[in-house]
């Protein structure tokens, strides 16, 4: 009865090792199955981790493109306040040369008539129409000031004769 009772223990002892064993297997299974899990995890995150690098990167180019964009509006800005000022500067000073032209024309023609000879044409009536009319009508969103620039228009036509300034001469100039 020794042996019988040896031999069970024998068996639970067997039995024992079986089911641990198979405890062991399903153990040694989920844990092959979590290093796999941890490995995809571990590539996944590096994965994620390069494309927050390159979306930084794209960002900074972009931050850097609407910097380089600001500065274009800036330096554009400044260029049209300059414009602006540098067209009223010049509409200024035709204002003053045209406001010297008058007066002293108006002597001239009247010189003239004392010698019997015609008046000159007026500037309308020139070469070209030089006139402090409204052309363009231009509002300054910086500046908030109208504007108003000179215009030319030919006169007279492409073969018409040159006086000795250069510039083109009517017929009745000619005859003068």
Known sequence: MADEQEI????????????????????????????????????????????????????????????????DINVMENTIKQSENDLNKLLESTRRLHDEYKPLKEHVDALRMTLGLQRLPDLCEEEEKLSLEPACHVTSKFTGMHLYALYARPRVGPGTPKSRNGSRMNKEMEST
Not at 22 to 51: G, T
């Open 8 to 71: 069970m223990c024998k068996l639970e002892s067997i039995k024992e090792i079986r089911n641990k064993t198979l405890q062991m297997e399903k153990i040694k299974a989920r844990l092959k199955a979590e290093f796999e899990a941890l490995e995809s995890e571990e590539r996944h995150l590096k994965e994620y981790k390069q494309e927050m690098d390159l979306l930084l990167q794209e960002k900074m180019a972009h931050v850097e493109e609407l910097r380089l964009i600001h500065a």
